[in-house]
């Protein structure tokens, strides 16, 4: 028997009600969030009046078509839990209908800004910092110290402070736009970083294993960074975490979220990475900030599209108990994963659609606004010229013969496992052979083909370049380590200067790491995880394609897809998971949709997919 509540209250149904509903896997969703939902059923409206609102009536003082929450049930079975809406209404009926999962939370058009993460953010505008050589006291920024105390604990914060370099930053911290609002060119500068981290031989204020970030640019390694000799703290911005961002979004929005299984491994230490600066919304005595103020401007929909389409990460509600989890798609193809066996359930012969087979081109994304992915694009070599690409970076020659070999200054191959493209220097040992030095020239453009190719997908990730910057300067040496780097004026909220930045990046932190000198530690933003393991690049053994999308692709973009009748349970439909593989006659399938009449008196249609 179909049953339909609300927040408790009971929806009176007239006998014999019955209902399609359709259930769409996240896995096949592209651009848009389709999601579970049952098409339109009628219900009386006389009982029904006071919890609809009277919607029939033109003057009723409520708002016709509001959301209500919803469960709608089989047997005492909860098949969609979200939320109801009224599509028409007369005197005698209501047409109601549900959605359940995310197209349940109304999360599709929602601008990630629009949540509150965990509200604003309180930190002391002054914290001491022990006492000068005169023995008087020093106050620091409670804002400095804070950025330590989540460097030393960064599984108990929600966001991470590490450098990133932004070359419109300049050294004394000031936007570079004069006072007409021109942008200068930032090549007349030196380079600043936000979040700017010093490496120092003896303690300073709240420094974790041996650094600690800095609110005074004037500095001098040894002797002291210079306390109180500016007021105004540097650029800084917290770049929130990837997963917390999730979390928080469907928190907020009222599902139930499996933490265990949001981002698990190291897709979990990604941030989100950006122009944004932080902005104070405190008051005399407290600095104040939002998370919501240094997020992209995307909405919801088009974040999960992202790590759908690049990370092969998709985000599963249960229709049935609003859980939420992420599902690797590379581990639902996978030759170990679970299978569901329905063969007991089949009710008729498949139908096959043979469409023609698919291919596509991956390309790489570079925003526009980013004044250093015009390099990436200009270094790009002619592809004609290349030498033979070898694997990784160990078997790049490191000798070679002049006669035999014509080595040249200049001559350049792809190392395949980092997608990167090395160029050689020339250095003669004798006159029969010379030494090779190859050094990184640029990130392979060059577009990955599925298939043979097809149409192009440009990748929603967006390259992020990296440039050596200085960590610490010292009487016998200069420490550089690589940091990220964009090029772009920064974005403040509390401005109309700059335009939020629509483009998402994304890196690995790696927490704290060794600068080259093996002994300076530094908070490390990365393109590539700290196990070496993943890259945020499309190309190369470690690259997205090869590590977490080939063997998705593979399957997605088969030509033939089936229509299957299953005589299905109402526990069946209760139980049956999107995300997870079946098996029928010993074939394993993956789940495209599935349509159904409630309550289940005849077979449901399953549209399946062979892996």
């Known amino acids: 028997m179909l049953e339909l509540t609300s927040a408790g209250r009971p929806v009176h149904l007239s006998p014999g009600t019955s209902t399609q509903l359709e259930l769409n896997s996240p896995l096949f969703d592209e651009d ?18 006071p919890l609809y609102g009277f919607p029939e009536r033109p003057d009723g003082d409520g708002a016709p078509g509001a959301l209500l929450p919803a469960e ?69 920024p409670g804002l400095v110290q804070h950025a330590n105390q989540v460097v030393a604990n960064p599984d108990a914060y929600g966001y991470v402070f590490a450098p990133l370099r932004n070359e419109y930053l300049t050294d004394d911290e000031k936007k570079l736009l004069s006072s007409s609002g021109t942008v200068l060119n930032p090549t007349d500068y030196p380079p600043a970083t936000v979040n700017k981290w010093v490496v120092y031989p003896g303690p300073i204020f709240g420094m974790p294993a041996g650094g600690s970030f800095t609110y005074s640019i004037s ?22 975490k990837l997963r917390y961002v999730l979390q928080a979004i469907f928190e907020e929005s009222g599902l139930r979220v499996d933490v265990a299984q949001l981002l698990p491994g190291e897709l979990g230490d990604l941030v989100i990475v950006g122009n944004a600066q932080l902005v104070d919304r405190g008051d005399l005595t407290t600095l104040r900030f939002s998370l919501a103020d240094v997020l992209p401007a995307m909405s919801v929909a088009e974040l999960l599209a992202a790590i759908r389409q690049d990370l092969g990460v998709v985000v599963y509600v249960d229709p049935a108990t609003r859980y939420v989890r992420t599902a690797y798609l590379v581990e639902r193809v996978a030759a170990s994963a679970a299978y569901v066996d329905l063969t007991t359930r089949l009710a008729g012969d498949p139908e096959a659609t043979i469409d023609e087979a698919a291919g596509l081109t991956l390309t790489y994304k570079v925003d526009s606004e980013d004044e250093l992915t015009k390099d990436l694009v200009d270094k790009q070599p002619d592809l004609t ?35 990167t493209y090395y160029v050689c220097a020339l250095s003669y040992l004798d006159g029969v052979r010379v030494t090779l030095t190859w050094t990184p020239l640029v990130l392979s453009l060059a577009p990955l083909l599925v298939n043979g190719g097809g149409d192009e997908q440009e990748r929603v990730l967006c390259y992020t370049a990296t440039r050596n910057t200085l960590l610490y300067q010292g009487p016998n040496a200069d420490y550089g380590v690589p940091l990220p780097a964009i090029s772009q004026p920064p974005y ?45 690049y499309v190309g190369g053994t470690a690259g997205t394609y090869a590590q977490l999308l080939s063997a998705w692709l593979a399957v997605k973009l088969r030509p033939v897809s089936y229509k299957v009748p299953l005589l299905l349970t109402p526990l069946d439909l209760a139980r049956l998971d999107l995300t997870q593989p079946l098996r029928l006659d010993g074939v394993p399938y993956l789940v495209r949709k599935v349509q159904a009449t409630v309550p289940l008196q005849k077979p449901a249609t399953l549209e399946l997919v062979r892996l």
Request: glycine residues 12%.
């Open 385 to 419: 010229l290349l030498l033979p690409a070898v694997a990784t970076l160990a078997d790049l020659p490191g000798l070679a013969d002049i006669a035999a070999d014509n080595p040249q200054n200049g001559q350049v191959r792809l190392v395949q496992a980092l997608d």
């Open 32 to 49: 848009v969030i389709k999601g579970q939902f049952s098409y339109s059923f009628p219900v009386p409206a006389g009982p029904n009046g």
């Open 219 to 240: 500095f001098a390694v040894p002797g002291g960074v210079q306390l109180g000799t500016y007021s105004l703290l540097p650029a800084y911005c917290p770049f929130p």
């Open 492 to 536: 403040l909220a509390s401005q109309k200067e700059v335009e939020r930045n629509n483009n998402l990046r994304l890196l690995f932190y790696n927490g704290l790491q060794l600068a080259p000198d093996g002994v300076s530690p530094y908070p490390q933003l990365s393109a590539v995880s700290a196990s070496g393991a993943r890259t945020l």
């Open 72 to 140: 709608l049930s089989d047997d005492g079975l909860p098949l969609l839990v979200g939320q109801q809406r009224i599509k028409t209404a007369s005197t005698s009926k209501y047409s109601v209908s549900v959605q359940a999962g995310l197209s349940g939370a109304n999360l599709s058009e929602r601008a990630l800004s629009s949540f509150e993460y965990g509200g604003l953010r309180d930190v002391p505008r002054q914290v001491p910092g022990g006492l000068d050589g005169g023995g008087n006291p020093v106050f620091i």
